[in-house]
């Protein structure tokens, strides 16, 4: 042994090494951020927003999908005029209890069908796929100002490969549990030694024990329970030195064939997750915002098979302690044949990008023109405001 | 550092999937690959010996759907089955045993591809495979799948990898796994026979058009997202496709005309009629129709724009070099889709020999290279599927129908760093771990840095030598 290093030394021995360079101008805050968390739920494969967010009182629904309607006949009403799927038994009691909202017809500016290039604009936040090549979500990270140590603040995916809407030149840090047997740590300080001179690997492996050292012991094997991964993202965001930006993915909502039943079981796991984070938050959920969003919306009509195909205009869910819960925000297009978006999609009417960048701008105290070109350049629209409290 | 030794090392790397324990780097690097084209073997006799068990999947789903008709009457079951975030809990035993078995073909396959790569003198075309499985992805989550994915990659990937793209495209992508997964099997003309008939009988069941699987194939497999079609191709392709199923589903059975692919095609299900897709017409020719179309796709210059992106981008780092890519798609179009002509011009190709690494390992093939690497063969199928499942990446189990991203940023994270050298330290504790340094040096012939060299020579034992060898940078990347 060359000298005996604890982990949490390693760390500290190995920032020195990482610290990176931010060309981005952090941005002036009109308030003190104190610890205030964003989590960003990401949902693959286009979520249903007309299944998360029934529009039971447009007479058209009834007429379009006949087979839902007894889905929705005991559910929990949103505005009078939407009712919320039944799934969501802990958004929906968040809802009333003034800590969740719904958007509705919320699309990004992707108009196209493909799930790739929508995820690639939902998370690079570009104004076409591939047209920025790092996250928004990171580039929120390096807006953020730098806490008293000159450290900014600390970002993750809770994911075992570091999602799009993360990467780019702030540093992130990705965690997963694990089912290996954990290293000795003999060789995790060889490791460190190996990887002092390169720095791609020297930095990953510097987060990689960082974010270790704030996981230790989570006693899980992998994100497959619900509630055991909500609990968890929790666990990574409630303390001092906890993260404040995280994101977490959920798949498997590419509802092609039984639509009911797919979104049935999805949107339970996204309920018990969303519960099971707000609960094991605790104080901590006061200055907590959770932004759910998926790529795009599915079609208004079922397919042959009882799916929906690739859609524009969907719903999205915001949730917080300090968020204006219980109401839903929508400019209702319709379900009418001709008010739909090429004959088949619902026709998004509110920006999704004015909806991130308002809600985080208020929720950290940003300003949000500056917000909304920094993590949405070229859009032109004004970010959404009135989504927080403060 | 000699020039010609660091050659070697692209072509062992980059090119191949690492050196086997006890070999020795090659004398004529760029030789050695051509030559890897007659030493590779479509059907290995791992693969002769399989027991194919894809009838299987019909069967299950026919398990599954008798189930479920089952269940309906019991309305109270469906609500409990709906509530659970887990399908299987509730299943009968025998449909519950089918998922059992399901999951024991499936990491079978999933080890004996990968026994095949590490023991194989043709890592490149190896390579090559999985290249291509992974551009024609399937995924085995949907019931039935497990049976199916295998037989994918060793069917309708592995004879054509050297061959023509439009004989691998017809046959992936009209394969009953890809029928499977994108929906396609139970996708139905909605002016067939087949509908009108339940229609006269007031029944409106689950059948109908399902675009799913014609989206894809223009998007993922031939045209690209850019490659200039619109919505209304997708409809078109999605109608010419009705009828095309998979085989064993009893209802529809003696209906089904059995295909060179091993799917069905059910000609009462078909949509009637021409279809008009990207300004040809097609006439109803059964199942012709959509083999037609998918026949004019393999050699659509926007097809071969798009394969040779991904070639180059494989081959040549994320960023591909520009004139590269022109080269492989001029090649495409001058022999309509040879793809062993394409592999010749990658390896003729300056701008894939650069010294320099191009590209960060993705998890699959670093652990093939540190299989290769440690002499360990034969692991068990459930440790095989167990340490890819920890790595981030199981053969046939994409996110997402566009397969396995093919970029660093994908892959170069920090838990994922983490998770190999977690990994690196077990396997290398149970490997023969002498003669270190000479392997070091064979294995990155005059591309080994000296922070490695210095690094492994202060090991404190072999062990611990050979666990740093499995994660050093030169492991990392290609």
């Known amino acids: 042994m060359l000298t005996n290093l604890d982990r949490r030394s390693l760390i500290a021995g190995s920032l020195a090494l990482g610290a990176g360079s931010f060309a981005a101008p952090r941005m002036a805050f009109a308030q003190a951020t104190g610890s205030q968390n964003l989590l960003l739920v990401l949902l693959r494969g286009a979520a249903d927003g007309l299944a998360t967010l029934a529009p039971v009182g447009d007479p058209d629904f009834a007429r379009i999908r006949p087979d839902a309607l007894g889905d929705y006949e005991n559910a929990q009403k949103a505005s009078g005029f939407f009712a919320i799927h039944p799934a969501f038994q802990h958004v929906g009691k968040a809802y009333s209890q003034g800590d969740a909202l719904f958007v509705h017809s919320t699309a990004t500016g992707y108009r196209e069908r493909s799930h790739f290039d929508g995820q690639n604009m939902l998370e690079t936040g570009g104004a076409e796929p591939y047209s920025k090549r790092d996250g928004w979500l990171n580039r929120l990270v390096g807006l953020m100002p730098l806490d008293e140590s000159g450290v900014p603040p600390r970002a993750l995916a809770i994911a075992q490969t570091m999602p799009l809407a993360l990467r780019g030149p702030a540093p992130a840090s990705s965690y997963a549990p694990s089912a290996l047997p954990e290293a000795s740590s003999a060789f995790m300080e060889r490791v460190s030694r190996l990887y002092a001179s390169d720095e791609q690997l020297g930095n990953l492996w510097m987060r990689a024990l960082e974010t270790q050292e704030m996981a230790s012991d989570d006693g899980l094997r992998n994100l497959r329970d619900a509630k055991a991964a909500g609990e968890l993202a929790a666990s990574l965001m409630r303390e001092e030195d906890g993260a404040r930006i995280a994101m977490i993915e959920l798949s498997g909502w590419d509802s092609h064939a039984n639509q009911r039943g797919v979104f049935n079981r999805q949107a339970s796991g996204l309920d018990t997750l969303l519960g099971a984070y707000r609960t094991a938050m605790g104080s901590a959920w006061g200055n907590t915002l959770v932004l759910v969003a998926t790529e795009f919306g599915r079609t208004v009509r079922y397919n042959g098979t009882k799916g929906t195909d690739h859609g524009t205009g969907s719903a999205a869910i915001v949730m917080g302690g300090a968020i204006r819960g219980g109401q839903v925000i929508a400019d209702w297009p319709g379900l009418s044949d001709g008010a739909l978006h090429e004959g088949r999609d619902l026709r998004p009417t509110v920006a999704l990008e004015n909806v991130i960048a308002g809600a985080t701008a208020e929720h950290f105290g940003l300003d949000p023109a500056e917000l909304m070109a920094g993590l949405f350049p070229g859009r032109g629209t004004a970010p959404l405001t009135g989504i927080s409290r403060a | ?478």
């Open chain 2, 1 to 478: 550092m000699s020039a010609q030794t660091s050659v070697a090392s692209v072509a062992l790397n980059r090119f191949g999937y690492g050196i086997r324990r006890g070999a020795e780097p090659p004398g004529d690097p760029m030789r050695s690959l051509l030559r890897q084209f007659d030493a590779y073997d479509p059907s290995p006799i791992a693969l002769k010996d399989r027991e194919d068990t894809s009838s299987e999947a019909g069967k299950i789903l026919q398990m599954i759907r008798e189930n479920r008709r089952n269940r309906k009457d019991s309305a109270s079951e469906m609500s409990e089955s709906m509530r659970t975030s887990n399908p299987i809990t509730g299943l009968p035993t025998d449909v519950k045993r089918a998922y059992v078995r399901g999951g024991e073909v499936l990491r079978h396959d999933i080890a004996l591809r990968t026994n095949i790569a590490v023991t194989s003198d043709a890592p490149m075309v190896e390579r090559l495979v999985h290249f291509w499985s992974n551009h024609f992805s399937v995924s085995a989550g949907k019931p039935g799948t497990q049976h199916q994915v295998g037989n994918h990659e060793f069917g309708a990937i592995r004879p054509y990898v050297l061959g023509k793209f439009s004989d691998m495209l017809r046959a992936a992508v009209l394969h009953p796994a890809m029928l499977l997964y994108l929906d396609q099997f139970q996708s139905v003309g909605p002016n067939s026979q087949f509908q009108k008939r339940r229609r006269g009988r007031n029944q409106n069941g689950p059948r109908g058009l399902n675009e799913n699987l014609a989206r894809e194939i223009l998007e993922l497999h031939t045209l690209g997202v850019d490659g200039g079609y619109s919505q209304t191709d997708v409809t078109e392709f999605a109608r010419a496709l009705t009828g095309w199923t998979i085989p064993g589903l009893s209802r529809i059975e003696r209906f089904s005309e059995l295909q060179p692919t091993g799917a069905a095609f059910v000609r009462l299900a078909h949509e009637p009629g021409s279809r008009k897709v990207l300004g040809n017409i097609y006439r109803d020719n059964g199942p012709s129709q959509a083999v037609n179309i998918i026949d004019d796709l393999a050699t659509h210059p926007s097809t071969a724009r798009f394969v040779a992106t991904k070639l180059a981008r494989h081959f040549a780092g994320d960023d591909p070099p520009a004139g590269l890519v022109t080269r492989l798609e001029t090649d495409f179009r001058r022999t309509g889709g040879d793809l062993a002509s394409l592999s010749r011009t990658l390896i003729e190709a300056p701008e894939v020999w650069t010294e320099e690494p191009v590209k960060f390992r993705q998890p699959y093939e670093w652990l093939i290279a540190v299989l290769r690497m440690t002499g360990v063969e034969g692991l068990s199928a459930r440790r095989v599927s167990g340490a890819l499942r920890e790595l981030g990446q199981v053969p046939w189990r994409a996110p997402s129908p566009a397969g396995y991203d093919d970029k660093a940023g994908s892959w170069a994270g920090p838990d994922a760093l983490y998770r190999r050298v977690e990994l690196a330290e077990q396997i290398a504790r149970n490997a023969p771990s002498e003669n270190l340094m000479a392997r070091a040096e064979a294995a990155f012939p005059g591309a080994l840095s000296d922070n490695t060299r210095l690094w492994l020579s202060r090991a404190e034992s072999g062990a611990q030598g050979l666990g740093l060898l499995l994660v050093a940078p030169e492991m990392m990347r290609r």
